[in-house]
C-alpha cells in the first residue's frame, strides 16, 4: 500500500512538472502567432511617407499615392517596413536578390534582412532598385524568415514607382520599387526571405 501511495505521487508530481514547463515555454517557432500576439503597433500614412520617401530618395507628394492605395487595398495599418535595394534580371526566367533592414515600432533597433527569389513567365530585362516594403500581419520579427508567392504581372505604377503585393500564412508584403532598368512582362514566382544571403534562390 506504501508502494503504491509512492508512485501515484511520483506520477502526480511528474505530471504537474510537465504541465508547468509546457506553460512557461512561449511560442518559439516563427509559424505563430497565436491570437494574444497580435498586438504590435502599427505604423502611420504620415511615418511611412516620410521614411519611405527617405529611403527611396525620391519627393514625399510621388511616395504619397503609392501608400494611399496600399492603405486602402489592405484595409488596414502595417506593422513593420522594410527598407533596402535589390538587383533582378529576366530571360524568361527571372532572378531577384536583395538586402534591407526590418524596423517595427516596439524595437529598439533594425533587423537585418536578406531576400531572394526565382520567377518564371513572359519577362525579359533586367533592374536594380530601391525597396521599401510595408508588412501587414508581423507581430513578431523572426515571422518574416518564410517563403511567399507572388505575381508580378499584378503590379501597378503610381507615381512613377511600382508596386505589388506577396502573401504567406496571413502575412502581406507590399515592396515599392523605384530604380534604373528595364524589367517587362509578366510571370509569376516566390520570394524567400532568410537571416543570410543564399545564392540560391529556393
Request: glycine letters at 16%; one cysteine or more.
Amino acid at each position: 500500500m506504501h508502494r503504491r501511495h509512492l508512485i501515484q505521487s511520483g506520477l502526480a508530481l511528474g505530471a504537474t512538472s510537465a504541465l508547468g514547463a509546457c506553460a512557461s515555454n512561449g511560442p518559439t517557432d516563427p509559424n505563430y502567432p497565436i491570437r494574444s500576439d497580435q498586438t504590435a503597433p502599427a505604423y502611420t500614412s504620415d511615418e511611412l511617407i516620410a521614411a519611405g520617401s527617405r529611403e527611396l530618395g525620391i519627393a514625399a507628394e510621388a511616395l504619397g499615392g503609392a501608400i494611399e492605395r496600399i492603405f486602402a487595398d489592405q484595409g488596414d495599418r502595417p506593422t513593420a517596413y522594410i527598407a533596402g535595394e535589390e538587383a533582378s534580371g529576366a530571360a524568361g526566367v527571372g532572378l531577384r536578390y536583395g538586402r534591407g533592414a526590418l524596423h517595427m515600432k516596439d524595437l529598439s533597433a533594425s533587423q537585418e534582412v536578406f531576400w531572394q527569389g526565382i520567377s518564371i513567365g513572359w519577362d525579359v530585362g533586367g533592374n536594380g532598385s530601391r525597396v521599401f516594403t510595408l508588412v501587414y500581419g508581423l507581430y513578431h520579427p523572426d515571422m518574416i524568415y518564410r517563403r511567399y508567392p507572388g505575381v508580378e504581372g499584378s503590379a501597378y505604377l503610381v507615381g512613377g514607382v511600382g508596386v505589388n503585393y506577396q502573401r504567406a500564412d496571413g502575412i502581406v508584403l507590399a515592396p515599392i520599387r523605384t530604380g534604373v532598368g528595364l524589367r517587362l512582362g509578366a510571370n509569376v514566382g516566390t520570394m524567400a526571405y532568410s537571416r543570410q544571403r543564399n545564392i540560391l534562390p529556393f
